[in-house]
């Protein structure tokens, strides 16, 4: 058996190569070169495709006796998820850059090379479960729900999920750095990486910009009866239920209720009306498919760190389906991912709609 492991130089990866290693598959390692660092504008050596990270996953393999190849995926990354983070901005959506990385780049790309390596597994070091059972693959949460990642892979089909392997899905991560400092792996004490990993400043607005090679143009602040507050900044440099940086002096807090792209305004208004209980949700995978023309009772997180809530799945067709939470929720946001689960094991999920989503919570103000 042969397996191919994405070794991006950090803890996680390293010690799931171990794991492998001692389960006797014949390992290949490699690492994936996303961008450069003059791309992303800055010289960093705390985020993933530093020279830094390559080196260490070299050195790592290099210690587990394994070949390590780098695969020049820029092109790809550019594409798929730096211009489409670009596009989200632009059309009042917040995206999540790791899933379109795993869905374009790990489970798409990778897969391509480790077909070509005759390679049975590709392996990761994600936090989470692959289980198999009568009807198919489930994809299961990690043990450690504190570092719990089901969230950003739920795109996956049953075909990758068949073909993958997350070694670390029972572990908890002080387990994983004592398993790396008992191996002296270079990056036992290596800190995660934060943020976007091609923002890594977490200055997305100058991202964007340098990025897209545009200035964005100043508009209105307005209420929700359209009554003028003052000037925002251009629409990608805001996002729903942000309060911070909005220069607005009032009475009571003001947040960002709704952008309006076609009038280039940013709706504002109290935290109340945030909340809202319906979202329209498009592109949805399921890995657990419902019965036909039946609704489905689960629970479904809206953002990445939020405990999910119980809700009603309505499937309609063609890839989408009306997600009504049973209490309303806070600043669900066009571009984010919803991801529904029945206890542990993620029955699928898809992209907020801007559209309708928008209109349900300027309407609604927060009455569901």
């Not at 090379?113 to 392996?123: E, G």
């Not at 792996?185 to 910009?209: E, H, L, M, R």
């Not at 036909?292 to 309609?316: H, I, N």
């Amino acid at each position: 058996m042969r397996a191919l492991i994405a070794m991006s130089g950090g803890v996680d990866s390293s010690v799931a190569a171990l794991i492998m290693k001692k389960r006797g598959y014949d390992c290949i390692g490699c690492t994936m070169k996303l961008y450069a660092n003059e791309d992303i504008g800055v010289c960093a050596t705390n985020t993933c495709c530093s020279l830094y990270d390559v080196a260490d996953a070299k050195a790592v393999a290099a210690e587990l006796d394994m070949p390590n190849y780098t695969f020049n995926f820029k092109d790809r990354f550019r594409e798929k998820v730096i211009d489409r983070f670009v596009f989200c901005y632009e059309h009042a959506m917040t995206p999540n850059p790791c899933i379109d990385c795993n869905k374009h780049l790990k489970f798409d790309e990778l897969y391509k090379r480790a077909l070509a390596l005759d390679c049975d597994k590709v392996v990761t070091g994600h936090y989470a479960r692959i289980r198999k059972t009568e009807d198919g693959y489930h994809l299961l949460k990690a043990l450690d729900e504190t570092k719990d990642q089901s969230y950003v892979l739920y795109s996956m089909t049953q075909k990758e999920l068949g073909a993958t392997a997350f070694p670390l899905g029972e572990l908890k991560k002080e387990e994983v750095r004592r398993i790396a400092g008992d191996n002296g792996f270079v990056n036992a004490d290596k800190p995660d990486s934060q943020d976007i990993c091609f923002v890594p400043d977490g200055d997305y607005v100058s991202a964007i910009k340098r990025f897209s090679g545009k200035e964005y143009a100043p508009g209105d602040f307005v209420d929700i009866k359209g009554n003028v507050l003052g000037r925002h900044k251009g629409i990608v440099c805001y996002t729903i239920g942000q309060r911070k940086g909005l220069g607005i002096s009032a009475s009571n807090p003001l947040y960002v209720l709704r952008i309006d792209v076609e009038n280039n305004r940013v709706v504002l208004g109290s935290n109340e009306d945030l909340f809202t209980r319906t979202a329209f949700v498009e592109d949805v995978n399921w890995i657990v498919p419902p019965v036909s023309g039946r609704d489905v009772q689960c629970k479904a997180k809206v953002r990445y760190r939020m405990q999910e809530k119980p809700c009603t799945v309505m499937p309609l067709g063609e890839g989408r389906c009306r997600l009504v939470f049973d209490e309303p929720q806070r600043a669900i946001t066009p571009g984010q991912s919803a991801v529904f689960y029945d206890g542990d094991v993620v029955l699928g999920g898809g992209i907020i709609s801007a559209r309708r989503c928008s209109e349900i919570s300027f309407k609604n103000s927060g009455k569901g």
